[in-house]
């Protein structure tokens, strides 16, 4: 790299409401504080991702309080130094305004915007992109990682970018941030091999981010990163606009930049996304817990404790907890939150 | 009545596997010990609907030994003359041999046999229809409820009748015992109005069972039944056939006679019966416990404790108990012991 290695912040985003994994995961307990995938939280296998790139004083928790005490319980030695409070859900561009607004006595550092709860490996692979994208990023991009699409996923944002036109270390100027897209364009897009998955994962420096946000979204410039400006109240930051940094700031900026991944990527959005890393049995169910079968194909049971039993049946999400069952048809599985909008309050 | 009121012994039937109703039944706590339908038992209930005619101490429990602990404790007052204990599961006809060999000392007393988890109702109605069936089975008859059927069912055995050769007391001969028929030819019974769905239920003086099993079933007779047998042990008990009342007697014996039931009836024989039973919501799914659905129809939901969910699914049973939860699809509900067959002993 041309430049000295940057010093990288990491910014872990860990609020979220607990609906994609429900009933597993609860408001109480989202998907981040989940051990799905090994005997550890996802929040602390981030943790463990990036501890040998990034000292412990300098890994910051983007969260609300009252996930303060589930994450000093699940990642010892947190401190108060290491938490940045959101006064209440915002979505992620007031979340990250808030991180670079903590980090503003230090305009040029990296900060690396992580959502807690992607499975990502190998490790190595990883932080050696992570090393490049914060050397991109020390050029005043904001870089974002692009996975290189192997389906034509409909879930996920895209990111248009020009082979012929490559940054250093492998980035690229990304050409135009897209929506979700219908099956067809997704199609279009996987075959093409010019758009990568938008990852939500962010590289930046706190000054170049800043400079962003008063470009591009003057509120929440005004209200959390001007000279001047105090610490934000519940009251005040609940008016702000509750917007993602992909519309905020990603889609307006001119110096956006990708860095196309070589690391293995899933934010596991909901529970069918366990079929790609559960091994099926030989009727193609996938199971953590116990499970008996008969005559029944394609479903995911997932028991946190006890036992279930399906018979006759396919294509289900079957998911019980201590006090509560979901039986979902495998195909709306990543509407849960419809569902729970059913509940009594 | 022609006769003077019977002295009518009540014979509750109370083995069974627990198999139908699994995972709410187990083998420690059947279908009988279970709370469905109200606030007690249905043991319970069978003792209450009986017990203005009989009186406790003329109320027998066939069971075995493992369900003598929670007998007593469901029906508080049961002394151990109330037990008759089969030493293990042998099926209906060595059960009734041995109520019969209990109560060889009142040759002419009458016994009803009934299973303890049927559903009946109006209980003024059963028991007028009892009384009747008691005088019947005075002349020497041995006698079943017959029920009306409403379905071409074709989870029941039938009762065939000849409408023109009515016995007294609104009973007549039984032409034929006919086994459970397929779909075609439940269609036709129904129709004729001739067959009756075969109740198990069993009205008879204890010499005329007795002799019935002399003339019909030897093996039984001789081990439990004639005069100077010695009580069965375990080992002697298990090598008798384990055959139904049905096929070792009735379908055999020529002095059967049937009495239609006037009151309603259901041996609530799996998960889907429970439709008969409770009200539908307007996406025609029932429930016992607690349920949220979306875009989910025609199901079964019970919740022993806590939740259930169902999002975009149709005809499905799910239950739910404190471990273990059943996801069924409904018409394969009465094929419950298949699935278990496949679990780890």
């Known amino acids: 790299m041309a430049n000295r290695a940057p010093e990288i912040h990491g910014i872990l985003l860990v609020g979220g409401k607990g609906e994609r994994f429900w009933p597993l995961s609860t408001p109480e307990r989202p998907k981040q504080f989940l051990r799905i995938f090994s005997d550890k939280t996802m929040v602390a296998e981030t943790v463990d991702r990036i501890s040998s790139l990034i000292p412990p004083e300098r890994i910051h928790f983007v969260l609300p309080p009252h996930l303060v005490d589930i994450l000093k319980e699940e990642i010892l030695g947190t401190t108060e130094r290491n938490l940045i409070i959101e006064p209440e859900a915002r979505n992620t561009a007031p979340a990250i305004a808030l991180a670079a607004r903590a980090l503003n006595a230090e305009p040029d550092s990296v900060m690396t915007v992580l959502p807690a709860d992607h499975l990502i490996s190998p490790r190595e692979t990883f932080l050696s992109d992570l090393k490049a994208a914060a050397s991109l990023a020390q050029d005043g991009y904001l870089v974002t990682f692009g996975v290189p699409p192997d389906r034509p996923e409909t879930g996920y944002g895209y990111i248009e970018i020009d082979r012929n036109k490559p940054l250093r270390d492998r980035g690229f100027k990304v050409t135009r941030f897209r929506e979700k ?165």
Do not use: Q
Request: charged share 30%; proline share 4%.
């Open 181 to 345: 897209p219908d099956r067809r364009t997704a199609g279009r897009y996987l075959k093409s091999g010019n758009y990568l998955w938008n990852s939500g994962m962010f590289v930046w420096r706190v000054d170049v981010i800043t400079e962003a946000f008063r470009m591009h979204h003057t509120e929440i410039y005004k209200s959390l990163l001007a000279p001047g400006t105090t610490d934000p109240t519940k009251e005040s930051y609940a008016r702000l606009e509750g917007i993602s940094i992909d519309y905020a700031i990603m889609e307006k900026a001119g110096n956006t930049a990708v860095l196309p991944a070589r690391f293995r990527w899933d934010d596991v959005g909901s529970w069918t996304a366990l079929e790609r890393h559960l091994e099926p049995s030989l009727d193609k169910n996938v199971n953590i817990g116990k499970l008996i079968t008969r005559d029944s194909e394609g479903c995911i049971a997932i028991a946190e404790d006890g036992e279930i039993a399906l018979f006759g049946v396919r294509d289900l999400v079957v998911v019980k907890t201590k006090d509560k069952v979901l039986v979902c048809v495998k195909d709306r599985a990543a509407e849960i939150k419809k569902l729970l909008s059913t509940r009594d309050p």
